[in-house]
Nanobody, 126 residues
Framework: QVPLVESGGGLVQAGASLRLSCTAS????????MGWFRRAPGKEREIVAS????????SVINSLEGRFTISRDNAKSTLYLQMNALKPEDTAIYYC???????????????????WGLGVQVVVSA
């Protein structure tokens, strides 16, 4: 099990930006595909973005492209999610997830990840 700790959430107004971070307690971070998921109130958890272990392959779901960016710093074992022009519908608990053995692939399905953080709350007011 890989300990994952998210940070950077909070309460912001619509149009603001936030950057979420997820720090992993591993020495081989580059071997882990990473993903951001979110669960909005009353909805199921959904994929937001994913990056391969090397960071060379990335994907953000279509509806969030242009506003959200995923990145990682393997030297710091940290994953980021830059969220711009936030909307009230972005209100959710955001989770990071990690899966070993995917340095070159992105993983987009919840069941593909075995390591999860506890989540960080993001609330966007109108």
């Amino acid at each position: 099990q890989v300990p994952l700790v998210e940070s950077g959430g909070g309460l912001v107004q619509a149009g603001a930006s936030l950057r979420l971070s997820c720090t992993a307690s591993v020495s081989t971070f580059e071997n882990y595909a990473m993903g951001w998921f979110r669960r909005a109130p009353g909805k199921e958890r959904e994929i937001v973005a994913s990056t391969s272990g090397t960071g060379t392959v990335q994907s953000v779901i279509n509806s969030l492209e242009g506003r959200f960016t995923i990145s990682r710093d393997n030297a710091k074992s940290t994953l980021y999610l830059q969220m711009n022009a936030l909307k009230p519908e972005d209100t959710a608990i955001y989770y990071c997830a990690a899966e070993y053995g995917s340095p070159w692939r992105i993983l987009l399905e919840e069941h593909e990840y075995t390591n999860w953080g506890l989540g960080v709350q993001v609330v966007v007011s109108a």
